[in-house]
């Protein structure tokens, strides 16, 4: 009865969560071969997933300071977000859409792009994506009060609905998988313009049930796109577990329908998403076509700030990862393994990133709200649309 | 000047639009090797090939999605539909998307794509060949809408519809690109959009159409110019933005109004002009606002019977407007 629904929910999780006690480091080539890659041969598409290896962050060609960096904008997203819910919990501020739990799948592969020349067309939980391509901790905390200032939208949406076109951030919404047909055409541009730019496309393994998602698939697959597809798997879609979107175990095992390699990795190591991330880059831009990376992650908090996620999950799911694998956790362990961080350092970043977003709420806390008259600019580029009042009017005065 | 049918006015606006800027791709079903199954664009992939003219999957979300991320990074995509009717798996990606993108991103990004479709009926295509979406996109804030039976017009309207920086979507009629042949200026121009134009001047009474109806109430002007009702016919071209200017001036000029689409009566933009009409030319009315539409239901049959009985018909106009006249 209630016992049988929970130990299903267990054994979902367990089936997309790594033992720890099976990860041991191992030569990066050696890592790469077992990796999960479902495409063209169709290796491993029906297995279970398999436990990642850890990648040698030497072997992928990083260095000290790049590792630092990975964890200065995990950490950055993490803050971030906890400030948001607590802000909400004070009741001031309307919504949450949170990262936590995925930020090393999110800036595992942001980090692999090229800032400037590669797009990413994100989905709502990707704030891990948004600080690695260089949103500040001031558009984050502006975009949560909608303020007239904010670079997403000036307020006209909801947080967690990017766009930024300095950033190469197309703008987002809300119906789920229209930014991965999106990505598609951004890809489609690249092919067609002669440029190795590459786009990354998120979505949760729920959104992976939707046509566009499929339709996204199918096009860039078919016309060879330089389109990486990332489905950052938290097992859950609002309360749906995935056995409710899917009859597969992966959502990778659908790649090779697609005729494009699908990658499993450990979306709470940083360094295995990089090293999935850094060859699908590498296919995207020698022309070899789209890859598919489903990230296994874990969803800390409720869906939103909306959702109360006691009404189909137990807490115990979400505190054993968070005690026992942490992304951040495990990266602290690494750096601070390697020498590469100190204690005395880490409290340095954190509290620098403490300070940026205190400024940053401050700010955003006290920062102007949008003028009424803002509702009607933009709808096209070249006029405002007439206000309420003139709805009034026995005469028409045109639309200026 | 020549004379061109509306098929080869889509055409050849096409090819001197990729010919003189080499951002605009063509995108949809059979649109490359075959050319599109009407032949809208025949001759294109034959000129510009695989890297501009695009034989896409069969799924119409995607090729409007796929259009308006190709804006978003350096291209101007010209969308087809294959018909009108198979809009409607791309009806989220038009107006969830592509219509709100600028206004959405606070003018950070713009969709500035085409999307092209042939609509309405009398080809014996029955309820899915022959209908006509364009109400459903024009009460959209974001979007423009054009639609045309004229080669002359369509010609001018491609060309602003393509450089307008907002999404824009183009309903041809399809009976009309082998049927409608018009004088054709040899030269590049554009027809703004927003701008109406009467096509027959008059002071009797006034029938605001657009489309094919446009030739349907010229005809019948023709008749009742017999009988001294002098007609005018305002042909508005573009749906959204509406030429509220021209509206309430002809509705001045003449006292009485006949709106006219092929599309169903009921919520087509017939309501909106009428409503229009009757609250800012109210005083100048000397009769009610009528409407001539295709009647509500779902679409004409296959059966010629049944396209007859849909059609609107020059000679259902005459009548209308008589009735009209006589108030």
Same mark, same amino acid.
């Given at each position: 009865? &209630?016992?049988?629904?929970?130990? /299903?929910?267990e ?25 999960n ?11 279970a997933?398999?436990p ?42 309307a919504?949450?859409?949170?990262? /936590? ?9 942001a ?8 797009f ?20 984050v ?19 967690? !609905? ?10 987002g ?8 047909? !999106? ?18 496309? /998120? ?10 998602? !499929? ?18 798997n ?6 749906e ?26 979306g ?31 969803r ?25 694998r ?18 005395e350092?880490?409290e ?11 400024e ?41 | 000047?020549?004379?061109k ?18 951002r ?44 308006v991320?190709a ?57 899915? !060949?022959?209908?006509?979406p ?12 054009? &639609? ?13 519809a ?36 009467v ?5 009797s ?13 010229? &005809?019948? &002007? ?28 002809t509705?001045q ?27 800012y ?47």
């Amino acid at each position: 009865m &209630a016992s049988t629904r929970e130990e /299903q929910a267990e054994a979902q999780v367990l089936a997309g969560v790594q033992d720890s006690a099976e990860v041991h480091p191992i030569a990066a080539e050696e890592a790469t071969a077992q990796a999960n890659m479902t495409g063209e041969n169709g290796d491993g598409a029906d297995e279970a997933f398999q436990p990642a290896t850890r990648a040698n962050y030497r072997d992928l060609g990083l260095n000290g300071d790049q590792l630092l960096e990975m964890y200065y904008y995990m950490l950055l997203a993490r803050s971030l977000d906890e400030r948001q819910w607590l802000l909400n919990r004070q009741g001031k501020i309307a919504f949450v859409i949170s990262c /936590q739990g995925q930020e090393a799948a999110q800036v595992g592969l942001a980090y692999a792009l090229e800032k400037g020349k590669d797009f990413v067309c994100p989905y709502y939980r990707d704030l891990g994506f948004m600080v690695t391509l260089g949103q500040t901790a001031k558009d984050v905390m502006l975009s949560v009060w909608g303020r007239a200032e904010n670079t997403d939208s000036g307020g006209k949406q909801m947080p967690g !609905h990017f766009g930024h076109r300095k950033l190469n951030v197309p703008t987002g919404s809300s119906p789920i998988g229209t930014q991965n047909v !999106h990505a598609a055409g951004v890809a489609l541009a690249f092919k067609l313009r002669g440029i190795d730019g590459v786009v990354t496309t /998120q979505i949760g393994e729920g959104g992976t049930s939707q046509g566009d998602w !499929h339709e996204a698939m199918n096009f860039a697959s078919t016309m060879k796109l330089p389109m990486i597809m990332m489905v950052e798997n938290n097992k859950y879609a609002i309360s749906e577990p995935q056995d409710r979107q899917m009859a597969i175990k992966n959502v990778a095992d659908r790649a090779p329908g697609y005729g494009m390699p699908g990658v499993i990795v450990d979306g709470n190591d940083v360094l295995d998403v990089y090293r999935a991330a850094v060859e699908a880059v590498r296919r995207a831009r020698a022309g070899e076509g789209p890859t598919l990376i489903e990230a296994k992650v874990t969803r800390y908090t409720p869906h939103s700030s909306d959702d109360d996620d006691r009404r189909y999950r137990d807490r115990a799911e979400v505190e054993e990862v968070k005690n026992n694998r942490d992304a951040i956790t495990i990266f602290r362990k690494l750096l601070t393994d390697e020498g590469i961080l100190t204690s005395e350092l880490d409290e340095k970043i954190r509290s620098g990133i403490r300070a940026q977003v205190d400024e940053a709420t401050e700010y955003a806390m006290s920062a102007p709200d949008p003028a009424p008259s803002d509702l009607y600019r933009h709808v096209y580029a070249d006029q405002s649309e007439r206000t309420f009042d003139s709805q009034l009017s026995f005469e028409w005065s045109g639309s200026k | 000047m020549a004379i061109k049918l509306l098929i080869e006015a889509v055409r050849e606006t096409m090819l001197s639009l990729m010919e003189q800027d080499e951002r605009v791709i063509v995108l949809g079903e059979d649109v490359g090797k075959l050319g599109g199954v009407l032949r809208t664009t025949d001759g294109l992939w034959k000129r510009f090939g695989d890297s501009r003219v695009i034989d896409s999957p069969l799924a119409e979300s995607s090729i409007v999605g796929a259009a308006v991320g190709a804006s978003m990074n350096g291209l101007l995509p010209i969308a087809e539909i294959q018909f009108s009717d198979f809009i409607f798996p791309a009806f989220n990606a038009i107006v969830s998307e592509a219509a709100r993108i600028r206004y959405r991103s606070n003018n950070d990004w713009a969709c500035p794509i085409v999307i092209r479709a042939p609509y309405g009926g009398g080809i014996h295509g029955a309820l899915y !060949h022959s209908q006509s979406p364009e109400a459903f996109f024009a009460h959209v804030p974001g979007l423009k809408v054009v &639609a045309t039976a004229s080669p002359k017009d369509l010609k001018g309207l491609l060309r602003s519809a393509l450089y307008d920086p907002d999404p824009v979507l183009i309903f041809e009629h399809k009976k009309a690109y082998r049927l409608i042949k018009e004088e054709v200026p040899d030269d590049d121009y554009t027809i703004p959009l927003g701008k109406a134009e009467v096509k027959r001047a008059g002071d009797s009474l006034s029938i605001i159409t657009y489309g094919l109806m446009t030739y349907h109430a010229l &005809a019948a &002007a023709e008749k009742l110019a017999q009988d001294e009702i002098n007609v005018e016919v305002l042909d508005l071209r573009s749906l959204r933005p509406l030429d509220v200017e021209a509206i309430l001036a002809t509705a001045q000029k003449t006292g009485r109004v006949l709106v006219v689409h092929e599309d169903n009566l009921t919520g087509g933009i017939g309501g909106e002009v009428s409503a229009l009409i009757a609250q800012y030319a109210f005083s100048y009315l000397d009769a009610p606002i009528m409407r001539l539409a295709g009647p509500d239901v779902p679409a004409m049959g296959f059966n010629h019977v049944f396209e007859e009985e849909f059609l609107v018909s020059p000679e259902r106009i005459e009548r209308a407007a008589r009735k009209l006249a006589e108030y």
